[in-house]
């Protein structure tokens, strides 16, 4: 995937790009009752604007994705 991470950017890391489908905030609009499409739910929803908020989501994010056993 090209796009750089949007999450990972509201927290101060540059240059780190977008997981896509391996992402825990992937989601199909589909599902959502929207139009067909796929994407990054934290975008979609708009959750990037408070400071803590970023650092919240980006802490869960790295801990549903850390490999069982590793943590």
Not at 13 to 27: L, N, T, Y
Request: glycine share 14%; aromatic share 8%.
């Amino acid at each position: 995937m090209d796009e750089l991470c949007k999450l990972r950017q509201a927290n101060g890391i540059e240059g780190e790009h977008c997981d896509g489908e391996a992402c825990v905030f992937w989601r199909a609009v589909a599902q959502l009752g929207q139009p067909t499409g796929t994407g990054c739910a934290v975008q979609y929803y708009e959750m990037l604007g408070d400071e803590g908020m970023a650092a919240w989501l980006l802490s869960v994010k790295e801990r549903v994705e850390r490999p069982p056993g590793s943590g």
